[in-house]
């Protein structure tokens, strides 16, 4: 009874490939989110959608494209991995969009470029 | 300038005792703020939502004053298992929210 989880929970690879995290909710939600969170444990959101439609899209290299088949997915892709990617992903989601709402993360996505 | 900013920490506090902290944001229009928590190598979890007037939630008390741009969080009583992160977090728009880096606490025996 998983509220939101997410796959791979590690993720190892080499500079220069493509990979894909995957992320599924079952509370319901309209919004899904995708931070990340760098070795310093900021945590910074890179995209947001709402009903499937993109509505928060930080400055993120054009390498990372998120991607909503319906509203309980949200998937990210990365193309030509860096080293700099290296960090933990976590996942979230929350009811709907608006300043009171509550989010509730996956267990995250450790990501190591080589 | 950081749109939230924490204490760093850590925070090494012996069990029972009174431990206290402070974000500060940038964004004068933020509208709603909460304390998330994080503990280590596992994702952030909703502590309590900060209300204009204050509000408590047990042994964790919140403040907010808008004037000065922060908010506060008073723990009591502390207890071992309240080490962990805390994360400051403030929405300047209806969009999205704006994490601080956290400030860590330990509780010792």
């Known amino acids: 009874d998983t509220a939101v989880s997410q796959t791979p929970k590690y993720l190892v690879t080499q500079m220069g490939n493509d990979k894909s995290i995957k992320c599924e909710q079952n509370?319901?939600?309209?919004?899904m989110y995708w931070y990340k969170q760098d070795s310093k444990k900021f945590l910074k959101i890179m995209f947001s959608y709402n009903n499937k439609e993109l509505i928060i899209n930080e400055t993120v290299p054009n390498r990372f494209s998120p991607k909503s088949p319906d509203k309980a997915h949200l998937n990210l892709h990365i193309n030509s991995l860096e080293l700099g990617d290296s960090a933990v992903y976590f996942c979230?989601?929350?009811?709907?969009?608006?300043?009171?709402?509550?989010?509730?993360f996956g267990p995250g996505t450790r990501l190591t470029v080589l | 300038r950081k749109e939230v900013e924490q204490d760093p920490g850590p925070f090494n506090v012996p069990e029972g005792a009174t431990v206290a902290f402070n974000c500060t944001y940038s964004n004068s229009a933020s509208q709603s703020f909460f304390w998330y928590r994080q503990d280590c190598r596992k994702e952030p979890k909703l502590l309590m939502s900060v209300y204009s007037s204050g509000n408590e939630d047990g042994r964790f008390t919140a403040q907010l004053n808008r004037a000065s741009q922060y908010i506060s969080l008073l723990i009591r009583d502390s207890k071992l298992s309240d080490s962990a992160t805390y994360l400051c977090v403030v929405t300047p728009n209806d969009y999205k929210l704006s994490f601080g880096a956290g400030t860590t606490v330990t509780v010792r025996a």
């Open positions: 509370l319901g939600h309209d919004t």
């Open positions: 979230a989601s929350s009811q709907d969009v608006g300043r009171g709402n509550e989010q509730f």
